[in-house]
């Protein structure tokens, strides 16, 4: 089997620094930040562009891209001190045990996803990394699809996990399984409406993914 990782959110913990920087944005502008953590998960999805729209961000006094810039100039300082997920290791040492071959197929920009794995020391797991050339986030599916293609892999033989809803769209087009946890930037009710098996944490999905050797 070929585990497919997603990054941000479910490998990596930087949850807070989504409305910490979105914060910083909404007050620089003059608008009113987020209420909470919960509210920020209610709201973030992909399109960026769109969740920027429902934080409360006017797209008529300023553009997308220089609104992307200042996220961007924003997050490597805000998730600096941010660790892995509870039970990442864990679930990453139990896949290796059991013969998994494991990929990170991310929305992240490469280099930065690069430096953040060898940081926290686990960038032998895998097998290939996959990121995005810019850091503008527009989506992962693409680079999935030719990833696929090229090393011969069957959609049939992977499972991705993520964390949000764009995870379970990237599974689908993909054409593989897909588990989601509700520990990452995104509500359980919003992860739900995917149809797809939503697990708490790492470790729920490990013992599932032990357990069957699939998901259904």
């Not at 973030?44 to 200042?70: C, H, I, K, N, W």
């Not at 991310?106 to 996959?130: D, M, P, W």
């Not at 989506?139 to 033989?157: F, Y």
Request: proline share 3%; glycine share 8%.
């Amino acid at each position: 089997m070929e585990i497919i990782w997603d990054w941000n959110g479910t490998l990596f913990d930087d949850v807070s620094t989504g409305p910490a920087i979105i914060n910083r944005m909404l007050v620089r502008r003059g608008k009113p930040p987020l209420k909470d953590l919960a509210h920020y998960r209610r709201i973030f999805q992909f399109p960026v562009e769109q969740y920027y729209r429902e934080a409360g961000l006017d797209f008529s006094a300023e553009t997308f891209a220089s609104m992307a810039a200042d996220y961007i100039a924003l997050y490597p300082e805000v998730s600096r001190d941010c660790g892995l997920m509870d039970g990442a290791e864990e679930a990453l040492e139990a896949f290796r045990q059991a013969g998994f071959g494991q990929n990170i197929l991310s929305a992240s920009e490469k280099t930065l996803l690069e430096s953040q794995l060898a940081k926290l020391g686990v960038r032998e797991y895998f097998s290939h990394v996959i990121g995005q050339e810019d850091a503008y986030a527009v989506g992962k599916t693409e680079r999935g699809l030719l990833w696929m293609r090229e090393e011969g892999i069957r959609p049939c033989d992977c499972l991705l996990i993520g964390d949000t809803d764009h995870d379970a769209d990237t599974a689908r087009k993909l054409g593989c399984r897909c588990i989601l946890l509700s520990c990452g930037h995104q509500s359980r009710e919003r992860l739900e409406k995917t149809g797809m098996p939503v697990l708490e944490n790492l470790r729920q999905a490990a013992e599932a993914v032990l357990r069957k050797g699939e998901t259904e």
